[in-house]
């Protein structure tokens, strides 16, 4: 039994170095190899695993730091409406964390703000404490931070909306912008299938052209007849072609 015992312990602790070696992301499965109903062995087979739940306060915390940095840098600068940005991660902490969310605050503001007294961001969280909130939307952070479509777009920004343009009218810009790179993709399908763009059709097109006027027929006429090409050479001389029924 002790033998038993101790072999099982070293299978245990192989298992870390087991977990080690493999890829982060990645997970191992063991399918059966069949022929019919004959089990000729296992086989292991890495599978890449599901990523983890998106979290919408997580995201837009991502967010307003990628504004932070585009408009100022590693930290917050000194400045009167520096602590927008407290109050609207305490908005957002409060109504994911609950009772939780002021060493998240905290931490975050510790971060962003160095320069902030404890008192300053004790302050702010007490008076997010006061209102009953309920979860931001995209345009009242937009408004909060003073977000433009122009930065918003620049940034690629998707959880805050703009203070300057509403939901509404972003919705129809997008599905325009959808139109244009679809209708841009399947401009370049058609001309890697060979098929002519429409200056290079309509400028050898028989519209554009007009052979029949140097027969001095219609093009009715002309179709009727064969659609004849005129000498290009017969025509500069003569002008207009006679062509017998």
Known sequence: MACLVGADEATQSEKPAVKADRPDGLARDVSAIKVGDCLLGYK?????????????????????????RHRHGDIVPEADDALIYVEVIASLAL??????????????????LPWAGKAEIEEVIYERTKLRFSPLS??????????????RSALNIRTIGAFDV???????????KRRQRD???????????????????????????????????????WE?????????ETISDCGSISLAA
């Open 183 to 221: 209708r841009a993709r399947k401009e370049e399908q058609r001309r890697a299938a060979g098929a002519l763009s429409r200056a290079d059709y309509l400028a050898n097109s028989f519209s554009q052209a007009r052979p029949w006027e140097a027969f001095g027929i219609s093009r009715r006429t």
């Open 138 to 151: 995209a345009d009242a952070l937009g408004h909060a931070l003073h977000l433009s479509y122009a930065e």
């Open 166 to 176: 509403p939901k509404r009218k972003r919705a129809k810009l997008q599905k325009e």
């Open 224 to 232: 009727r007849r064969g659609k004849p090409m005129p000498d290009p």
């Open 95 to 112: 109504v994911e964390f609950k009772e939780e969310f002021v060493d998240v605050v905290l931490n975050w503001a510790t971060r962003w």
């Open 44 to 68: 292991a087979v890495q599978r890449r695993m599901r990523a983890s739940r998106w979290n919408h306060f997580r995201g837009r915390m991502r967010e307003i730091e990628k504004l932070i």
